[in-house]
C-alpha cells in the first residue's frame, strides 16, 4: 500500500507560478512511475505529466514548455513546476503512483486556480 501526500495548490495570476509536491510512503517502498493527473468538473481525469524510475519523462501537449516534472527517487517524492499558467489549467490536480504491477495509487488532489 501506497499512501500519497499532496501540497502546494492554491490561487495564482495568469502568467504566474505553483509549485506541487508530493510525497510518498512508506519513503522506502520502490515506485516505477510517479506523475500528475488533472481533473475539471464534468470531465474525466487526464495526463499532466509523468516521470519513470529511469528519469524518462512524459508531458501532455497541453503543457509541454510550461510545465516540469522531477522526481527524488531516494525520497520518493515528485514535484510539478508550472509555469505561466493560464486559466484553463485550473483543475484539482492528483498524484500518481504505479509500482508497474496491480492499480496506480493516489494523492487526495490539490486544488490550483488561476484567475484574475
Known amino acids: 500500500q501506497v499512501r500519497l501526500v499532496e501540497s502546494g495548490g492554491g490561487l495564482v495570476q495568469p502568467g504566474g507560478s505553483l509549485r506541487l509536491s508530493c510525497a510518498a510512503s512508506?519513503?522506502?517502498?520502490?515506485?516505477?512511475?510517479m506523475g500528475w493527473y488533472r481533473q475539471t468538473p464534468g470531465k474525466q481525469r487526464e495526463l499532466v505529466a509523468t516521470?519513470?524510475?529511469?528519469?524518462?519523462?512524459n508531458y501532455a501537449d497541453f503543457v509541454k514548455g510550461r510545465f516540469a516534472v522531477s522526481r527524488d527517487i531516494a525520497q520518493n517524492t515528485v514535484t510539478l513546476q508550472m509555469n505561466s499558467l493560464k486559466p484553463e489549467d485550473t483543475a484539482v490536480y492528483f498524484c500518481?503512483?504505479?509500482?508497474?504491477?496491480?492499480?496506480?495509487?493516489w494523492g487526495q488532489g490539490t486544488q490550483v486556480t488561476v484567475s484574475s
Open positions: 512508506p519513503s522506502a517502498i520502490r515506485i516505477d512511475y
Open positions: 516521470q519513470t524510475g529511469d528519469s524518462s519523462t
Open positions: 500518481y503512483a504505479y509500482r508497474g504491477w496491480g492499480t496506480p495509487f
